[in-house]
Each structure stands twice: as C-alpha cells, then as structure tokens.
C-alpha cells in the first residue's frame, strides 16, 4: 500500500516515516513539507519517496497519514478522505469533540495514532490485570511530568499557540494519559481539573485531570512542563497489589535517536515495574514496547482481512469529550458531569 506522510516534523520524521518504512505491505510513497530544510532532510532519509510541497498531491496514496500541527488535523483528514485514501490522523484527532465527531461522521477508513497504547508499561499492565495480579484496579495514577522551565525551539507551536489553536500540554501528552485512562478503567462520570500556564505563555504547560469513573474507580492524571521532581510514571493501584513504573521505555529515545525497529535491538525495552504489597516490593518482569503494533495493525486493517482498526476513532472522540470538560472544569472549579 502506497503511503503518504503530511507532515516532516517531529511527528512525521521521528514517528511515523520510521515505523512505516518497518512495516511489510506499506510503501512510503510521498513526504509533504514545504519547509526547505524538511524536504531536504526528508531526501536524504527516503531517497526512493518524492518530496512535495502541497497536502493536495498526496491524497492519490492508498493511506494518508496527518502528522502536522493540531489544529490542521481534521481539514486535513477531512480531505484526504473526500479523495477515498484511508487515513492516520496523529493524535488528537481534533481541536474539540464536536469537530472530531463531525470528522467520524464523514464515513470513511479512519483511525488515530494513539501510539502510548504500545508503551512497554501499558503492555506490562494489561498483563498484570489479565492475569489478576493486581486483583481489582480502583485507582489509576499516570504521569508525563518533565522540566522545561524554558520552552524548546523544537515544540514552538505546542507552546506558542493557544488551546483552541491547539496547543498546551493538555491536548498533547493529555490525550495519551486519558486514553490509557478510559481504557483501564471505562468510560468516565465526571471529570475535575486544575490547568494552568505557569510560564506565561498562550499555552497551558501544567494540568492535572481527575476522571471519577462509572466502573467505580478513579484516575488521576499529570502532565506538565514545569514539574521539577517528577513522579513515577504509572501507580496502579488494586484490591491485591499496586503496579509501579518509575520511567518510559526506550522506544521515543531510539528514534530520535536515529535507531530503527527491526534493525536495531532489541526493541522496546523498558524499566522494570515493580508489584508493591505494603512492604513487599518486588521488580515484574516487562513486556517490550511495540509502536510498531499500530502501523501492522493498519496493514491488516486495509489489507482485507477483516480487522478493526487499530485504534476505533471513536475513542478519540471520547478522549477528547473529557479534555473538553477538563477545560470547563478547570474554568469554574466544579467538577463536570460526562
């Protein structure tokens, strides 16, 4: 299947044009970026693709893949499919939840790269609970805290635009931390959030989401720029035992890094977790991260096989119905029904 990629930023050079190029059944076809200096890295890096300046002249591809700055997301994923290529649209998949619904509602072979969903920690817990380690899961504690008391040239659009721009922390590594959420622990009740701009700037860099779930159980969520002491990245706490996982695995790291799945291994390796009982406390064994499930999950998916999605764009939807809460919520100081 011939690929395009709209899009050679971060997201574009470092996520998806690697793991494509990785996946048997896909080609990538075309690289769209009107910067200069991109088009000429994206030469060098795929030199059997064309490089084009225009989104228009990549919806011929078989899949179309939207890997620009947030808010072009749905137009751009709008378009490509009025021309009938399947698409990835990077996460969010929209600026809000009414425009993604609109976006779903078109019809059409549509999915998002909710990526995080392959992290060697989520696979390690899904494990852990499927095996009944944890026995029931009441609480969910995710974090993606870092220390950037100054913005990075590299993030200059996430930091310089405003949330209804798309940018902030909250629709960024938000989106991830509430998808993990709403798939541990089901749909949401209610949300309450604190979001803050403590650098100044247009762009909200503190938040911190509470998610009362119907299943009875609760999820606190962190994402922040300005987070000097980090915590851990996941405390998972159940009926039998709590699951602790300090940092990410390696696979962000290995790509920026110029490392490549399938070349260079081996992939996804992770920190251990640890399975904590009152003083019992011991390290479990964890699975490899595997970013590139979602890009094999597509090729199953339009290769005819029957499969769903990898990932159901509807969950996006649902994903962002609680960032849209979170953002009311932290407005009035009230807790917002779902």
């Given at each position: 299947?011939?690929?395009?990629?709209?899009?050679?930023?971060?997201?574009?050079?470092?996520?998806?044009?690697?793991?494509?190029?990785?996946?048997?059944?896909?080609?990538?076809?075309?690289?769209?970026?009107?910067?200069?200096?991109?088009?000429?890295?994206?030469?060098?890096?795929?030199?059997?693709?064309?490089?084009?300046?225009?989104?228009?002249?990549?919806?011929?591809?078989?899949?179309?893949?939207?890997?620009?700055?947030?808010?072009?997301?749905?137009?751009?994923?709008?378009?490509?499919?009025?021309?009938?290529?399947?698409?990835?649209?990077?996460?969010?998949?929209?600026?809000?939840?009414?425009?993604?619904?609109?976006?779903?509602?078109?019809?059409?072979?549509?999915?998002?790269?909710?990526?995080?969903?392959?992290?060697?920690?989520?696979?390690?817990?899904?494990?852990?609970?499927?095996?009944?380690?944890?026995?029931?899961?009441?609480?969910?504690?995710?974090?993606?805290?870092?220390?950037?008391?100054?913005?990075?040239?590299?993030?200059?659009?996430?930091?310089?635009?405003?949330?209804?721009?798309?940018?902030?922390?909250?629709?960024?590594?938000?989106?991830?931390?509430?998808?993990?959420?709403?798939?541990?622990?089901?749909?949401?009740?209610?949300?309450?959030?604190?979001?803050?701009?403590r650098r100044g700037?247009?762009?909200?860099?503190?938040?911190?989401?509470?998610?009362?779930?119907?299943?009875?159980?609760?999820?606190?969520?962190?994402?922040?720029?300005v987070t000097a002491?980090?915590?851990?990245?996941?405390?998972?706490?159940?009926?039998?035992?709590?699951?602790?996982?300090?940092?990410?695995?390696?696979?962000?790291?290995?790509?920026?890094?110029?490392?490549?799945?399938?070349?260079?291994?081996?992939?996804?390796?992770?920190?251990?977790?640890?399975?904590?009982?009152?003083?019992?406390?011991?390290?479990?064994?964890?699975?490899?991260?595997?970013?590139?499930?979602?890009?094999?999950?597509?090729?199953?998916?339009?290769?005819?096989?029957?499969?769903?999605?990898?990932?159901?764009?509807?969950?996006?939807?649902?994903?962002?119905?609680?960032?849209?809460?979170?953002?009311?919520?932290?407005?009035?100081?009230?807790?917002?029904?779902?």
């Amino acid at each position: 299947m011939r690929v395009a990629i709209i899009g050679y930023g971060l997201a574009g050079a470092v996520f998806h044009a690697p793991l494509v190029a990785a996946t048997d059944g896909l080609e990538l076809e075309t690289i769209v970026t009107s910067n200069p200096e991109r088009q000429e890295q994206a030469r060098r890096d795929h030199t059997h693709a064309r490089v084009v300046e225009r989104a228009e002249d990549a919806f011929d591809a078989d899949l179309v893949v939207v890997a620009t700055p947030n808010h072009t997301h749905a137009p751009l994923a709008r378009d490509a499919l009025h021309a009938g290529a399947a698409v990835v649209v990077d996460k969010p998949l929209a600026l809000s939840a009414a425009e993604a619904r609109e976006l779903v509602a078109l019809g059409g072979r549509l999915t998002v790269f909710q990526n995080r969903r392959w992290d060697s920690d989520q696979l390690t817990l899904r494990r852990l609970v499927r095996d009944g380690r944890l026995g029931e899961v009441f609480r969910y504690e995710s974090r993606f805290e870092r220390w950037r008391p100054e913005p990075k040239a590299e993030h200059a659009w996430r930091e310089t635009r405003t949330p209804a721009e798309g940018g902030g922390v909250l629709l960024d590594l938000g989106s991830h931390l509430v998808d993990e959420a709403l798939g541990l622990l089901g749909p949401a009740e209610s949300v309450y959030a604190e979001i803050d701009a403590r650098r100044g700037g247009p762009a909200d860099d503190d938040a911190f989401v509470a998610i009362r779930h119907w299943s009875g159980g609760y999820s606190h969520l962190r994402t922040s720029a300005v987070t000097a002491a980090p915590g851990p990245r996941l405390r998972v706490l159940g009926s039998e035992a709590a699951f602790v996982v300090d940092g990410l695995d390696r696979q962000e790291a290995d790509l920026r890094a110029g490392l490549r799945p399938g070349r260079d291994e081996p992939w996804g390796t992770g920190p251990p977790g640890r399975l904590v009982r009152g003083d019992e406390d011991r390290s479990v064994e964890s699975e490899r991260g595997d970013w590139p499930a979602f890009y094999r999950g597509v090729e199953r998916w339009l290769g005819g096989s029957g499969q769903p999605p990898p990932v159901d764009p509807n969950d996006a939807v649902r994903v962002l119905e609680i960032i849209d809460a979170a953002r009311v919520s932290a407005s009035s100081g009230s807790r917002i029904a779902i």
